[in-house]
């Protein structure tokens, strides 16, 4: 009987998250683009060219997440951010 309440409560905590995470989702879809906190200056992970196109490893992140929700790696915004900024802006 025991095993069965664990069971249950665990049910019950993976339907409540996937319902949140699908919100989520939707919520960024509304909005049209993946806004992505990059460090401005670390390069190999996320840094401007001399035309102001983004590269690196997170950037390509960002991209294929963008690519996997909208169909298309364009639809992503990038912001600067330093270490201290990234929590207060998620």
Excluded: H
Excluded at 78 to 83: E, V
């Amino acid at each position: 009987m025991k095993i069965f309440k664990v069971c249950l409560v665990m049910l019950v905590v993976i339907a409540l998250t996937g319902v949140a995470m699908a919100g989520t989702l939707d919520e960024v879809r509304a909005k049209g683009f993946i806004q992505a906190g990059v460090n401005g200056g670390v390069y190999g992970f996320s840094q401007p060219d001399e035309k102001g196109v983004w590269k690196g490893l997170d950037v390509d992140t960002a991209r294929a997440i963008a690519a996997a929700v909208f169909g298309d790696a364009s639809k992503v915004k990038f912001s600067a951010l330093t270490a201290v900024q990234r929590l207060p802006a998620l």
